[in-house]
């Protein structure tokens, strides 16, 4: 949860009502004396030329440091850290597929992930690391100040110390703006979660290679772009405190959806449901809902085949599980092996919106996955990868895809192809897309609610509400409150 403001009254005598005012600012500023946005991208080109990927898939039984167990088959590495892949039974008696198993990785370690801000200029500009990951298409994305697993933070890997990881481990002597514990994936992480912090210090901060100060406005211009800045940026990014009655104020009048935009982060402006009742909606889903999930082996797991290169649904769909060789520059560590799970598509995620007396709300779903601690999360109108159902009956395909794959180029107001985590996943990318539509009795269902930005923002002060691909999208609308 958020650390309150009046924890730091005599240090650095903040009021938490400027918080929204310094967010606005640096949204609003989309120019800064300490990084032109054009040289963003030549430095990113000369950092690929030293901080590089080179990944090679090699069999799961030759990952160096990895082994496999020979009664279960589970595949874990030989100091016990980092993360498992294990078998899951799932069952969800009301859920278009009652019955399956899947390979999950359980990484039951809480990493950090955490972005360091500081005012230059009487702008707030975020510490941002451009950072390699063996999973991502494009090697180099940007990425939040530290990122960071127990394991490594704590040296497991022996590797280099993490830069600037003491501003989050040690957050008494500093600002605290964001401090929730958040899911991950939970299609592919069974009960996952990362600490999404945000720290504002005072003090002068070293400037080390591979990092750069950005303001909000030019990391929301970098998010009209695709794969630049990477998912554990974004879930760090849609954490802030963008909401509140005094930063409409900052913001000039646009046009009628930017406008609603800005009123969606006003509890003033109003909403269709009070946060009671969708607090009450989501506790109602979760209690009702019946998902059983037990871990079981690996090995001779129902509906997949294992070779000597790879883990696979028998169906030619889903995903895969390899292993890959990776040699990288400009790492904690230079060379290493590990599993990831390789999605065969690009998925869909989006949002419809529509605005209600002049607010903007999104549509979102309660969405029960296998993963997640608590069954369901609040998470985008639409979160899917089409393929996976091609072969169930139509009344199982996911509700409003049709509307978003169909909608006209008036009604998206954004569509960009962005990474997930390239950490533990292979080349898994998303069409993130907002499309707005109007107001109409066919969204009223009882799996979706409409909520303005307001109410998602402070949900997302605690853990385990708002999904990670949901957190994406609210990054990704709070880009479009500036253009």
């Known amino acids: 949860m958020t650390v309150p403001r009046t924890s730091f009254p005599t240090l650095h005598g903040r009021d938490e009502a400027h918080t929204p005012v310094q967010i606005a600012e640096s949204v609003l500023s989309r120019q800064s004396p300490l990084t032109e946005l054009d ?50 039974d799932v069952r969800v008696p009301d859920g278009p597929v009652p ?87 939970g299609s592919w992480f069974y009960q996952k979660r990362n600490r999404n912090m945000v720290v504002e210090v005072f003090e002068d901060v070293e400037l080390l290679d591979g990092f750069c100060w950005l303001t909000l406005g030019q990391l929301h211009q970098l998010l009209a772009v695709d794969d630049i800045v990477n998912m554990d940026a974004r879930t760090v990014l849609a954490c802030l405190p963008f909401a509140g009655k005094n930063l409409i104020p900052a913001f ?72 890959v060789h990776v ?70 395909r996911p509700r409003f895809l049709d509307v978003v794959t169909s909608a006209t180029a008036e009604q998206v107001r954004y569509d960009v192809t962005l990474s997930e985590e390239g950490g533990r996943f292979y080349h898994a990318r998303n069409r993130y897309l907002v499309v707005e539509v109007a107001p109409d009795p066919q969204f009223d269902h009882p799996d979706f609610r409409w909520m303005p930005l307001h109410q998602m923002v402070d949900l997302l002060r605690h853990s385990h509400y708002v999904n990670v691909e949901a957190r994406s999208l609210v990054a990704c609308l709070h880009s479009l409150s500036g253009a």
């Open 39 to 88: 040289t963003v991208f030549s430095w990113f080109a000369e950092l690929r030329e030293r901080s590089f990927t080179e990944v090679e898939r090699v069999p799961l039984a030759a990952m160096t440091g990895w082994r496999t167990d020979q009664e279960t088959g589970n595949i874990g590495h030989r100091s016990g850290k980092f993360y498992t892949v294990q078998g899951l």
């Open 99 to 185: 019955h399956w198993n899947q390979p999950i990785i359980d990484q039951p370690e809480v990493g950090i992930l955490g972005i360091l801000v500081k005012e230059f200029h009487g702008v707030l500009h975020c510490l941002m690391q451009a950072k390699v990951e063996p999973g991502n298409c494009n090697g180099l994305q940007l990425s939040p100040t530290v990122q960071a697993t127990r394991s490594n933070y704590t040296g497991v890997h022996n590797g280099r110390s993490v830069p600037y990881l003491e501003y989050f481990r040690d957050q008494g002597r500093h600002h605290v703006l964001a401090d929730v514990r958040q899911s991950e994936q």
């Open 252 to 323: 000039s009048p646009g046009d009628s959806f930017r406008s609603s935009l800005i009123r969606s982060y006003s509890e003033q402006s109003g909403t269709l449901h009070p946060t009671s009742q969708i607090l009450n909606w989501l506790t109602d889903v979760r209690t009702r809902e019946e998902v059983h999930t037990t871990t079981v082996p690996l090995r001779g797991l129902p509906g997949w085949y294992r070779d000597d290169d790879v883990i696979a649904h028998e169906s030619g769909r889903f995903f895969e599980l390899i292993g």
């Open 327 to 396: 040699r990288a520059g400009g790492r904690e560590v230079a060379e290493w092996s590990q599993p990831m799970i390789r999605p065969l598509e690009t998925g869909v995620v989006a949002f419809l919106v529509a605005q209600f007396g002049g607010v903007l709300h999104a549509l979102v779903r309660a969405m029960v996955q296998p993963g997640y601690k608590d069954v369901a999360e609040l998470a985008p109108t639409v979160q899917c990868a089409p393929g996976n159902y091609d072969d169930l009956p139509p009344a199982s």
